[in-house]
T-cell receptor
Framework: EADIYQTPRYLVIGTGKKITLECSQT?????MYWYQQDPGMELHLIHY???????EKGDLSSESTVSRIRTEHFPLTLESARPSHTSQYLC????????????FGSGTQLSVL | GENVEQHPSTLSVQEGDSAVIKCTYS??????FPWYKQELGKRPQLIID?????GEKKDQRIAVTLNKTAKHFSLHITETQPEDSAVYFC???????????FGPGTSLSVIP
């Protein structure tokens, strides 16, 4: 079934560790996004991509990095996790074009101790 | 860049009453305005959207209005039901930049 998948669903990790949050979509979408969201709170855009080898920073400053080597895959990496990185991270994708619907993944809830 | 404000932050209504959520945006070049609903513990999902060449759009109990001159748009939910309880996010997009910027959200509670 075409969908957007995020793993892991929950992650608890110690300060200083390197982590990668995975996001894959099987819908053939060119555009992909990462949003950071605290529970029930605002969705902050931290990274987006128009397609392979395209990555841009969003409006919220983030210490994370992203890569887009394949159309379907858009991983987010934190080189050294800190407690301030504790949050939910939502990946999304949409078709290329003007004003297209965003499809969200189920999110990764990250807790950094 | 675009900035989206949303009011109220919380809203409680009796079942069967109407609910209205209002948003304003800053970038006059924005031309696409979606609304997302996020139930507790679930992913946001699009419920309705409107483009700048339309002033109003309706889908069953949900309607959205857009005033481009004033740069504000609103979500109207009629005959509310308990399953409408969720956080609602408005958003604005300037399509040449392809970035969807969300408002801070409104937590709607429908009391049975």
């Amino acid at each position: 079934e075409a969908d957007i998948y995020q793993t892991p669903r929950y992650l608890v990790i110690g300060t200083g560790k390197k982590i990668t949050l995975e996001c894959s979509q099987t819908m053939g979408h060119d555009k992909m996004y990462w949003y950071q969201q605290d529970p029930g709170m605002e969705l902050h855009l931290i990274h987006y991509s128009y397609g392979v080898n395209s990555t841009e920073k969003g409006d919220l400053s983030s210490e994370s990095t992203v890569s887009r080597i394949r159309t379907e895959h858009f991983p987010l990496t934190l080189e050294s996790a800190r407690p301030s990185h504790t949050s939910q991270y939502l990946c999304a994708s949409s078709e290329q074009g003007a004003g297209e619907k965003l499809f969200f993944g189920s999110g990764t809830q990250l807790s950094v101790l | 860049g675009e900035n989206v404000e949303q009011h109220p932050s919380t809203l409680s209504v009796q079942e069967g009453d109407s609910a209205v959520i209002k948003c304003t945006y800053s970038d006059s070049a924005s031309n696409y305005f979606p609304w997302y609903k996020q139930e507790l513990g679930k992913r946001p999902q699009l419920i309705i959207d409107i483009r700048s060449n339309v002033g109003e759009k309706k889908d069953q109990r949900i309607a959205v209005t857009l005033n481009k001159t004033a740069k504000h748009f609103s979500l109207h939910i009629t005959e509310t039901q308990p399953e409408d309880s969720a956080v609602y996010f408005c958003a604005a997009m300037e399509t040449s930049y392809d970035k969807v910027i969300f408002g801070p959200g409104t937590s709607l509670s429908v009391i049975p």
